[in-house]
């Protein structure tokens, strides 16, 4: 299923060249003129700024579901011993679970819901798949800044993924608030990729997770995509519920939270089937499967 | 001038006994009905919530002046090497600057300026001195996080201030938005004072402007404050010139900044003349000058 990695094609260097650079996007953002949950403004405005907030998607009863469930599976010793959980080191508390579209059985429910997944299809203009999931806790008082990324930078470097055809749902479970550590997007980011430096070194993505030390952009293309943004950073507050959907190269962060209310969200990831992975283009060997997957069976 | 130190009448013991807890405030908020700038609403409404928002108080060329004169100071080596001047370890850049209300002509002239200390004597009835006064600069990308606290607290422990019958002004110099690291107020905080606990070693001061590690209230009693406020916390956001005065025993916080915008603001402190520090309350021995001030002529 792998395609050959053809790296001397690559259309978006990065962690290669010496200095970094912006590349303009090749492939469109919405792939078609597709029927789907989203109107034709929905699709316009998700194309001009890489992102879209669908509000109350999941209802309070499905949200409380939700809770029960991952507060069980974290109070579970061989999930908090399982490489698929993130541990942050200082507090000992749990940050993050990956593929959790495969251990909890609502958020598997969750990845091949209509709601979800005929948005993603309608964006992407094919079948899709699940190329990662997981749950962000961000707790309340301690939860950590993660800064400014394109995902997409990692997901072709690391993983092997050709082109920009795949689109994140970051669904709430708790209040966004602006002062609880909310995900900030930079309209417009999407269409510009921010190529890096430094050498992938492998099994990078052991520390990357609790700390991201390659794919960050440098602080002159981040200030010029924030220029051309007008100035304007989205902060994506709501209610729980409530769901961000943003394209795979939209320039990402979410800043500490000092509040004393936690953060939790889902997020999934879908990619198209016409866009599997090839052989990572800047890393010595691809990532394990709970971070990318190799399970290419269309969902939903 | 020092009056002789009560601490067997200490009305907000603090970093003294074993465990901490909230006492009610014994000082009004407002001392009287005093002529000033500020209307019965306004007043009112600091009473309430503990602080005020004042808009379009600097005009931009008075902005730009502060702008060069802090940029000239900065820059000066003797300026970086003087102890009032807090250099943040890992950037190595200058974080705060205190005692500019001496240091800098235009901020010397700022705290004597009506348009401000009438608001400090409207509030606290009688004729007012400066405490404090300190410039902030919380770059770009890395300016770090302030965690939860009273400033009356350390003011208290450390200055030997009597009562609550200060106030402090926040002072924008640039645009503060959600996303730069803002202001963060807990509402009704100021009628509430937190007990710490913990022993203040002597030169506390020198690692605590850099990471507070004492007068930091526990965790539950902040959830206390937040459900009393109602699950509100005041985000103070605006234009530079924008001034935000706040009670002396107000719970704030300020977020880090991730963002590609630096935030810097002026900061003053006004205390009473009927409230000048005694022997501090639960240090050793009192902090420098230029942290508390021994000059207790009336400004304005």
Known sequence: MLHPADT?????????????????????????????????????????DGFLQMRGI???????????ELSEMVARPEVRQDERTIIEPAS??????????????IISRL???????????????????????RVNFKPAFEGKDFSWHSDFETW???DGMPAMRAVSFSISLTENYTYNGPL??????????????????????RSSLQFQKLGVPEREHLRTLYKRAGGRIEVCTGEPGEVTVFDCNTM???????????????????????????????????????????????VG
Request: include cysteine.
């Open 156 to 158: 072709h470097t690391e």
């Open 92 to 105: 000992n508390e749990v940050r993050s679970m990956f593929q959790v579209h495969e251990t909890s059985r």
């Open 111 to 133: 990845a091949a819901d209509k709601r979800i997944v005929d948005v993603a299809r309608q964006i992407l203009g094919s079948y899709v798949y699940i190329h990662q999931s």
């Open 184 to 205: 900030l997007l930079i309209p417009g980011s999407h269409r510009i990729y921010v190529t890096c430096v430094g050498e992938t070194p492998e099994g990078n993505y």
């Open 8 to 48: 001397s094609h690559d259309s978006y260097p990065s962690r290669i060249e010496p200095t970094s650079r912006l590349i303009e996007r090749r492939e469109p953002v919405v792939y078609g003129h597709n029927p789907g949950p989203l109107s034709d403004a929905g699709l316009q405005s998700f194309s001009r």
């Open 252 to 298: 990402h962060a979410s800043p500490s939270n000092i509040s004393p209310v936690p953060r939790t969200n889902i997020f999934l990831v879908f990619n198209s089937v016409e866009n599997t992975p090839v052989e990572p283009f800047a890393a010595p060997k691809r990532r394990p499967d709970y971070l990318a997957s190799r399970d290419y069976n269309p």
């Open 58 to 68: 999941l209802d309070p009863s499905e949200i409380e579901a939700v809770h029960n």
